[in-house]
C-alpha cells in the first residue's frame, strides 16, 4: 500500500485513463495527488466522488510522495524525474526518455516482472506499439524462441495525444465538405489517408518510432539476437493499434500450439475464426485492457513462421494500463525506493 502517488500529466490523454484506472482498478494508495505544469496547475479534476486540485509540477512537490505515475513529454520526464527520486519516489514513467537507460527497467508485468527487483528509482513502460506485440510475442518467444520479426503497424492518432484525435476530426470533415486541413499534428492530412511516417528519421531510413519497437523489444525480451523489421503507420482510426505481424521461430510452431500459447498467457485474448468473420478490430478493442490475436496462420512463404494480426488500446495497455499494473506489482512485492 502506498502512503501518497502522484500522478503528473493528469490532464492529457494517457493522464485521464490512468485516473480513472487508479480508481476502477482501487490501486493501493491512501492519497492521491495531481501534479503539472503552470498552465494545468489549478485546475480541478474529479477522482471518484471527490475533487483533486492540480498542484505546480516543481522540486518541492514530490516530499512525502511514494509513488510516482507520470505521462509527459520526454523533456517534462528529463527533469522531473530526478527530482522525484531524490525525493525518495518511485517513478513509473511513460516517456520514451528512460526506457534505453541500461540503469532503467523497461517493464510489461505479465513479460518481464522481476525487471522490476533491481530498479534504482525511474521504471519505464514502453512504447505502445512495443507493449502489445511483446505481450504477444512473448509466450512464443519462452517456448520456442524468436528468430525474426517483421511488423507493420496501424497506429491510431490518439497515439499523438488528443491533439491527434482533434486533428483526425477536423481533417476528415474537411474532407467531406471537399475542403482541405491543414495539418499541424501530423505530417498529412490523416482524414482518409494513411501516413507511412510516424516520429523522425532515426536509422538507416528507418523512424524513431519504428526503432523503438527493435531495440524495446530486444530490451524487454533480454534477447539481443532478435531481428525486427518495423514498419509503423498512422491511420484514420481514434483509438487502437493494430500490428500484422509475421514472426519466425528457432523451433518448429504450429498454428494449434501458438493459439494453445495465446489462450494460457496473461492478457492475451484470441479472437480467431475467419469462417465467421471473427478477428480482432480497433472498434472492439478500444477501452479493453488485453492485447487481441487473432488471423493466425502458417507463413506459406516459408517453413519457420507464423503470421497473426494483433489489436489494443494503445491508451490503455499501450499505456494508462501498463503503468498502473507496473504500480500494482511493486506494490504486491512490496517494493520500496532504493
Ligand atoms: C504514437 N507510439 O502512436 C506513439 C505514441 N507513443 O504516436
Same mark, same amino acid.
Request: net charge negative; glycine share 8%; hydrophobic share 40%.
Given at each position: 500500500?502506498?502512503? &501518497? ?18 480508481? =476502477? ?29 492540480? *498542484?505546480?509540477?516543481? @522540486? ?12 509527459? @513529454?520526454? *523533456?517534462?520526464? =528529463? ?5 522525484? $527520486?531524490? /525525493? ?5 514513467? *511513460? ?12 517493464? %510489461? ?12 528509482? %525511474?521504471? =519505464? ?10 505481450? /504477444?510475442?512473448? @509466450? ?9 520479426? %517483421? ?21 476528415? *470533415? ?54 525486427? &523489421? ?24 504450429? $498454428? ?36 487481441? $490475436? ?15 494480426? &494483433? ?14 499494473? %507496473? ?10 525506493? @532504493?
Amino acid at each position: 500500500m502506498f502512503d &501518497c502517488v502522484a500522478l503528473v500529466g493528469a490532464t492529457g490523454a494517457v493522464g485521464r485513463i490512468v485516473l480513472d484506472q487508479l480508481h =476502477a482498478r482501487n490501486f493501493p494508495m491512501r492519497r492521491l495527488r495531481l501534479l503539472a505544469s503552470a498552465r494545468s496547475a489549478g485546475t480541478k479534476v474529479r477522482f471518484g466522488d471527490e475533487e483533486i486540485t492540480v *498542484e505546480l509540477l516543481e @522540486p518541492s512537490a514530490f516530499e512525502g510522495v511514494d509513488l510516482v505515475i507520470a505521462s509527459t @513529454p520526454d *523533456e517534462v520526464s =528529463a527533469e522531473f524525474a530526478p527530482w522525484a $527520486v531524490q /525525493a525518495g519516489a518511485i517513478v513509473v514513467d *511513460e516517456s520514451a526518455y528512460w526506457r534505453m537507460d541500461p540503469k532503467v527497467p523497461l517493464v %510489461i508485468p505479465e513479460v518481464n516482472p522481476d525487471a522490476v527487483d533491481n530498479h534504482q528509482g %525511474i521504471i =519505464a513502460s514502453p512504447n505502445c506499439s512495443t507493449t502489445q506485440m511483446v505481450v /504477444a510475442l512473448a @509466450p512464443l518467444h519462452a517456448a520456442v524462441g524468436i528468430r525474426r520479426v %517483421i511488423v507493420s503497424t496501424y497506429q491510431a492518432t490518439s497515439g499523438a495525444g488528443l491533439a491527434g484525435n482533434v486533428e483526425l476530426q477536423a481533417s476528415v *470533415e474537411a474532407s467531406l465538405k471537399g475542403q482541405t486541413h491543414t495539418p499541424s499534428t501530423f505530417q498529412h492530412p490523416i482524414g482518409f489517408n494513411l501516413i507511412p511516417q510516424i516520429g523522425s528519421q532515426k536509422y538507416c531510413g528507418y523512424t524513431s518510432e519504428e526503432m523503438k519497437m527493435v531495440d524495446e523489444t530486444r530490451k524487454i525480451l533480454g534477447d539481443e539476437s532478435i531481428a525486427v &523489421c518495423p514498419t509503423a503507420v498512422r491511420v484514420p482510426v481514434a483509438i487502437g493499434h493494430s500490428e500484422s505481424i509475421l514472426v519466425e521461430t528457432k523451433q518448429p510452431l504450429s $498454428v494449434e500450439q501458438a493459439r494453445e500459447l495465446w489462450a494460457a498467457a496473461e492478457g492475451v485474448t484470441v479472437v480467431d475464426d475467419l469462417d465467421n468473420q471473427s478477428y480482432p478490430m480497433p472498434r472492439d478493442c478500444d477501452g479493453s485492457d488485453d492485447v487481441f $490475436v487473432g488471423r493466425i496462420r502458417q507463413d506459406i512463404s516459408s517453413d519457420d513462421g507464423i503470421a497473426f494480426w &494483433c489489436v489494443s488500446d494503445n491508451l490503455r495497455k499501450g499505456a494508462a494500463t501498463n503503468a498502473v499494473q %507496473i504500480g500494482e506489482l511493486l506494490a504486491r512485492k512490496s517494493i520500496a525506493s @532504493p
